[in-house]
């Protein structure tokens, strides 16, 4: 998953420098993202799989995960790669966050979180996975992202995460 993305990311900032850096909303990047996401997952064995930004739909119902104080909270992803439960042995690829680099700290821990926590296996060791049924909190997602633009030091910061935890970040150059 990460080679598909960080194909689809060079595709984004080598065909949108200008728009990257003119301000535009966490939104509109995503969703130009999503496009080039979009591209490289229908050329791979993931082809039955969407890209959506802001989802936030389980089978009809408001997705949902746990919080840190074991609180059932909705959740809403800026982009996510799922099969929108038509495949229910791996309905979740990918979940990303982005962030401009100007929004707080508190914002941005947040989304952090968010991406441990959709990428964990199951919560508490309980999985009630029946190959039929999809989990009634969101989890196991493959792969988590976390994408901070800095757009006045022209960086871009990645963190990856995997079954609950970070496994790798870098920064790079923009342009």
Not at 97 to 104: A, G, I, L
């Given at each position: 998953m990460i080679e598909i993305f960080e194909r689809a990311n060079e595709r984004f900032l080598s065909e949108n420098i200008d728009f990257i850096v003119s301000n535009v909303s966490e939104r509109s990047l995503c969703s130009t993202l999503a496009q080039c996401i979009y591209l490289e997952i229908n050329n791979s064995i993931f082809a039955n799989y969407h890209v959506d930004v802001e989802y936030n739909r389980n089978k009809g119902k408001v997705k949902t995960i746990y919080n840190d104080?074991?609180?059932v909270v909705s959740i809403v992803c800026d982009l996510i790669v799922h099969s929108r439960g038509e495949i229910v042995e791996?309905?979740?690829l990918i979940a990303l966050?982005?962030?401009?680099?100007?929004?707080?700290q508190k914002e941005k821990e947040k989304d952090r979180a968010r991406l441990v926590?959709?990428?964990?296996?199951?919560?508490?060791?309980v999985w009630s996975f029946d190959g039929k049924t999809l989990p009634e909190y969101v989890c196991g997602y493959e792969l988590g992202i976390y994408y901070e633009i800095d757009k006045r030091c022209n960086l871009?910061?990645?963190e990856y995460y995997a079954k609950g935890e970070k496994i790798k970040s870098y920064r790079r150059a923009i342009k």
């Open positions: 104080d074991l609180e791996k309905d979740n966050e982005m962030k401009k680099s100007y929004r707080s926590a959709l990428t964990r296996d199951s919560y508490d060791g871009l910061f990645i």
